[in-house]
């Protein structure tokens, strides 16, 4: 069974330009996740879809990030325009479905690491 | 609100000997409670759940109980490997109604390195 697949795997960017990642979770997973996980702390929750639709965003900057779910599969989350603080490793995870992910497991993928200079 | 404190780290024992990573969660309701473990260049997998009180997990020889009364979910291992070396992330998760499904909160990770 593939893994949650994340591209790129690292991105350098300055400061005010703007990135996209991907994200492609494991076939039949309903619910997505993206965290940001910065050097030295835990993930944090970004957002979660289930399938199509957004369950929490509360912790997304919506003034410079979003992020889209088309047709409940692959996911992009876009930083525009990037500040230094961005610089973090994004993760993508993804669960088989609520119930699941609430005591079951998220299958994460590798990261994107961005740094922004 | 919702949260996990890990011991600081870095931990750096030689193989063999025994590990202990401590883990103290606050969290309202009934979480369940998960350790994941990130091995050099490659993504979190988790390594160990305890949903209700008193359950313990294990996996690959490390161990962890879920007290309610203490509100920890220390990670053990009797015996560890050079292959063990990695960051491991203490996190929960709520169960009860009207939390947010799924959503895991981590803590700031232990790395552990083993010296053979």
């Known amino acids: 069974e593939a893994g949650v697949a994340q591209s790129p795997r690292y991105k350098i960017i300055e400061k005010r330009q703007s990135v996209a990642f991907w994200c492609n979770p494991i076939?039949?997973?309903?619910?997505l996740y993206w965290y940001q996980q910065i050097l030295g702390q835990g993930p944090k929750l970004l957002i979660q879809?289930?399938?199509?639709?957004?369950?929490?965003d509360s912790q997304l900057p919506k003034d410079r990030f979003s992020a889209e779910r088309l047709k409940g599969v692959d996911s992009t989350l876009k930083i525009q325009p990037a500040k230094l603080e961005d610089s973090a490793v994004y993760l993508c995870?993804?669960?088989?479905?609520?119930?699941?992910?609430?005591?079951?497991?998220?299958?994460f993928g590798p990261g994107t690491r961005l740094t922004v200079t | 609100g919702d949260s996990v404190t890990q011991m600081e780290g870095p931990v750096t024992l030689s193989e063999e000997a025994f590990l202990t990573i401590n883990c103290t969660y606050t969290?309202?309701?009934?979480?369940?409670l998960f350790w994941y473990v990130q091995y050099p260049g490659e993504g979190l997998q988790l390594l160990l759940k305890?949903?209700?009180?008193?359950d313990k997990g294990s996996n690959k020889g490390f161990e962890a109980t879920y007290r309610k009364e203490t509100t920890s979910f220390h990670l053990e291992k009797g015996s560890v490997q050079v292959s063990d070396s990695a960051v491991y992330f203490c996190?929960?998760?709520?169960?009860?109604?009207?939390?947010?499904?799924?959503?895991?909160?981590f803590g700031r990770g232990t790395q552990l390195t083993v010296w053979p």
């Open positions: 076939s039949g997973h309903a619910t």
């Open positions: 996190a929960l998760t709520k169960a009860d109604r009207g939390s947010t499904l799924g959503r895991l909160y």
């Open positions: 305890a949903t209700k009180a008193d």
């Open positions: 995870a993804s669960s088989l479905h609520p119930t699941s992910g609430s005591m079951g497991e998220q299958y």
């Open positions: 879809f289930q399938n199509n639709g957004v369950v929490d």
């Open positions: 969290a309202t309701g009934y979480p369940s």
